[in-house]
């Protein structure tokens, strides 16, 4: 992806009528939205609604069919994309690690550092500064140098938040960050999250299809179904029984024995 000079930083991801196909399934169906510096947005939905696909996009990734991406304040278009990426932090969800894997903690991530130096040079003595910052933060200095396969699900995240923090982004996305993870490893890790938003000053969009695991900090929801974007707004507006039961396709009844915290919202 090329960047091209835009006069508009103060709104860091500007996605117009963005339409994204992968062969027959239309991922996004003309989608549209915009975040603000620094805001915190949860998006949630069910599997299949295009949630991982729109952080793709924001990344620099995915192939638009039609509409028009701008991030940190530059049109994403055909191209190279390396300039860009590097200033965008990707967490997935975990997967298995072989226990074999011959790579530290540390190593790992200094692998965030890469989009910095490039490939071709060699880490000094700043770079592994900012590797031993990001694992402090993290909360895994004390195991920087364990393998990286011999982890648990829950330091394994940390140590990807934490390859994601090496690169010093600006932008912070997070796509179903906890899944797989026991309650207090999800917990944890959403207050983790929420603390780096915090004190990095970031811009963060936070994918989850859970609702339990939405953060309860976000500044906005986005709501997405089947491609598009059918709510945005704040937490208190959108997330209700009868919301919920029209995005996930479930019983009202359902909804309020899950989750009988949150108010049934209007008829």
Not at 3 to 24: F, G, K, M, Q
Not at 83 to 112: C, F, H, N, T, W
Not at 162 to 177: G, S, W
Not at 188 to 215: G, N, Q, S, Y
């Amino acid at each position: 992806m090329q960047l091209a000079d835009s006069v508009n930083n103060n709104i860091p991801i500007e996605i117009e009528n963005v339409v994204v196909s992968y062969r027959e399934d239309v991922a996004l169906r003309g989608v549209s939205l915009r975040v603000g510096a620094g805001e915190f947005v949860g998006v949630i939905g069910p599997n299949g609604a295009g949630k991982t696909t729109l952080l793709t996009i924001v990344n620099g990734l995915g192939k638009l069919v039609s509409g028009r991406v701008t991030v940190l304040g530059k049109p994403v278009v055909n191209g190279g994309r390396h300039k860009l990426r590097r200033q965008v932090g990707y967490v997935a969800q975990i997967e298995d690690i072989d226990p074999r894997v011959p790579m530290s903690v540390r190593e790992v991530v200094l692998v965030g550092r890469y989009g910095v130096l490039g490939l071709f040079k060699r880490a000094g003595k700043h770079d592994w500064a900012v590797v031993g910052e990001a694992l402090e933060m993290v909360g895994m200095s004390h195991l920087a140098n364990r393998p990286i396969g011999h982890l648990s699900g829950g330091e394994q995240q940390r140590v990807s938040i934490a390859r994601c923090l090496a690169q010093e982004p600006r932008l912070f996305l997070l796509d179903e960050p906890t899944a797989s993870l026991d309650w207090k490893a999800q917990t944890e890790i959403l207050e983790l999250v929420k603390r780096i938003h915090d004190e990095r000053h970031l811009t963060t969009l936070f994918v989850t299809h859970d609702l339990d695991a939405l953060p309860h900090t976000c500044d906005r929801v986005v709501l997405m179904k089947g491609g598009l974007i059918v709510g945005d707004g704040t937490p208190d507006d959108l997330i209700s029984a009868e919301s919920l039961s029209r995005l996930y396709d479930l019983p009202l009844s359902v909804v309020e024995e899950r989750h009988p915290h949150i108010h049934k919202g209007k008829s």
